[in-house]
């Protein structure tokens, strides 16, 4: 089973808003990651969060961690229309590094 | 360097065959891992094979298998096809698949069993 969820599983904002999409996981983790999948392609790597690290910013991407709620953020700031993808974040659990357990993703549309 | 590739890209089976999926990772990687990806389901991990040896299992039946090469290429395979694996299978690749690594994703071979 997946370890954990994700909301909005759908999310449909304009151009130029902010878009915010929130994890929630079941373990201990070591790190959690999000990437993002276009249109039933491969996924691409956005970031990676340590389970030591409570923010880290990436170019318009925003990732927060919070470990005692088991729960991750990823704000997408002055959205455009090519973000528009599916989002998924993935934990690995210590000495497990191959293994990425997903969220069920959130859509996004981002509409001109 | 060139991507991961997967071969093929498009396969069509019918129930009860069997499949063979191929996967070359990034040159210099030898972790390659293994995902299955369905509406119902999402993404699910098979998995993983490091310097030819599997090294973590999902929760899938035997009918899932997979083996790695010594140039770190890899393959799975899947006998007596069933409906339900038709999905799009993604493999993945990092240098030692280490925790705090980035894996880098193909572009899936997407299996349709008639």
């Known amino acids: 089973s997946q370890q954990g969820e994700e909301d909005p599983q759908a999310l449909s904002i304009q151009e130029g808003e902010n878009a915010t999409m929130n994890c929630s996981y079941k373990?201990?983790?070591?790190?959690l990651q999000w990437y993002r999948q276009n249109s039933g392609r491969g996924l691409v790597h956005l970031i990676l969060?340590?389970?030591?690290?409570r923010e880290k910013h990436s170019g318009r991407l925003r990732v927060t961690l919070d470990t005692s709620k088991k729960s991750s953020s990823l704000l997408i700031t002055a959205s455009r229309a090519a973000d528009t993808a599916s989002y998924f974040c993935?934990?690995?659990?210590?000495?497990?590094?191959?293994?990425?357990?997903f969220g069920q993703g959130t859509e996004l549309s981002v509409k001109p | 360097k060139a991507g991961v590739t997967q071969t093929p890209r498009y396969l069509i089976k019918t129930r009860g065959q069997q499949v063979t999926l191929s996967c070359s990772p990034i040159?210099?990687?030898?972790?390659v891992s293994w995902y299955q990806q369905t509406p119902g389901q999402g993404l699910q991990f098979l998995f993983e094979y490091f310097s030819e040896t599997q090294r973590n299992k999902g929760n899938f039946p035997g009918r899932f298998s997979g083996r790695q090469f010594s140039n770190s290429r890899s393959e799975m395979n899947v006998s007596t096809l069933e409906l339900g694996d038709s999905a799009l299978y993604l493999c993945?690749?990092?240098?030692?698949?280490?925790?705090?690594?980035?894996?880098?994703f193909g572009p899936g071979t997407r299996l349709t069993v008639l």
């Open positions: 040159s210099g990687h030898r972790s």
């Open positions: 969060i340590r389970s030591n690290e």
């Open positions: 373990t201990s983790i070591n790190n």
């Open positions: 993935a934990t690995v659990i210590y000495n497990q590094g191959g293994k990425l357990i």
């Open positions: 993945a690749s990092t240098p030692l698949g280490q925790s705090n690594n980035e894996q880098f």
